[in-house]
């Protein structure tokens, strides 16, 4: 019924990658998302067998970092350096075989965001300090929205020119592309972009990834409903991630944090979507085992 990321426990320093695929194994879930995984780890993990649901990606991840970017994003999608734009679509065709080769049907993408638009860290402080609504929040948000318009149109032509490659490439091999909703509003796509992408794409590799808790964070800030992604994209859709939130923070285990999760009930029960708990390594064991139960309890209406 669920599935769940490596991200969890593999790339932590405190387990070898047998001992952590072990321990996953050990949570009763079905599958596993393959994320958070360095050529060096993937060396490791092809020596073992497990059931894949998904990859997210770049798996391998290149062992590269670089400041101020996480570690999903070192190469972009949307990059408006050529180099730097091929070398994620080179990575993005790597996660693709890494599909491929362990049997999940498919890939979560990072589209990439305008660059030198204005971030939304400083929205997400206001809100924490309990200024939403305020002059100085609406300001803000209303300067981020402007800013992410201005700015988007050479980056957005970037990851369109990158979806063109990696559709092509995804289709022949038969796997589909998740392309997500991310935590930050000026990321890519927002539901216009999600749309355009669709029908310029239709019939291709292309599909919705729908993450709950980035659903919920433009929720909270003021952006879209938690639930307007699924309902406009419900034909594209092929996943869910599924984490908790407290306030702005997420990927805490089911049952940790506020969410409600009878309003997604209809998408926890259908058996076509690819279900993932993407859960960080400061979960306990106890609570993700615990929000698996839970949810289970939910769809069965016990």
């Known amino acids: 019924m669920f599935n769940i990321s490596t991200a969890w426990n593999i790339d932590t320093g405190k387990k070898t ?16 998302e393959l994320a958070w995984i360095n050529e060096k780890l993937f060396e490791a993990v092809k ?16 062992m590269i970092l670089k400041e101020g970017r996480w570690r999903c994003d070192v190469f972009r999608l949307s990059a408006l350096d050529e180099e730097e734009r091929k070398q994620a679509v080179f990575w993005m065709k790597k996660s693709v075989d890494t599909a491929k080769w362990c049997g999940a049907p498919a890939v ?30 609406e300001t803000e948000k209303a300067a981020l929205l402007t800013e992410r318009e201005r700015q988007k149109k050479r980056s ?5 020119k990158s979806l063109e490659e990696i559709n092509i490439y995804a289709f022949k091999k038969k796997i589909k592309i998740g392309l997500e909703t991310r935590m930050y509003y000026e990321e890519f796509p927002n539901l216009e972009e999600f749309e355009y992408i669709f029908k310029e794409f239709a019939g291709g590799a292309l599909y919705y990834w729908h993450d709950i808790g980035h659903a919920e964070i433009h929720g909270r800030l003021g952006f879209t409903t938690p639930k307007e992604y699924l309902k406009a994209l419900q034909s594209r ?6 984490h908790d939130m407290r306030v702005l923070a997420d990927h805490c285990a ?5 969410l409600d999760y009878k309003q997604y009930l209809p998408w926890l029960k259908d058996p076509k979507l690819i279900k993932v708990f993407e859960v960080h390594p400061f979960n306990t064991k106890e609570e993700v085992i615990n ?5 289970e309890k939910l769809i069965k209406g016990i």
């Open 17 to 32: 990658v047998q001992e952590a695929l072990e321990e996953i194994d050990s949570l009763g879930f079905d599958a596993l």
């Open 47 to 62: 020596k073992i067998k497990f059931k894949a649901c998904s990859v997210h990606s770049y798996v391998p991840e290149p």
């Open 108 to 137: 979560v993408v990072h589209l990439g965001f305008p660059e030198g638009a204005r971030r939304s860290k400083q929205l997400t402080q206001l809100y924490t300090e309990g200024k939403k609504g305020t002059a100085e929040y």
């Open 156 to 160: 957005f032509a970037r990851s369109l």
């Open 237 to 242: 859709l092929i996943g869910l991630h599924i």
């Open 254 to 258: 089911p049952g940790t944090g506020e």
């Open 291 to 295: 929000g698996r139960k839970m949810l």
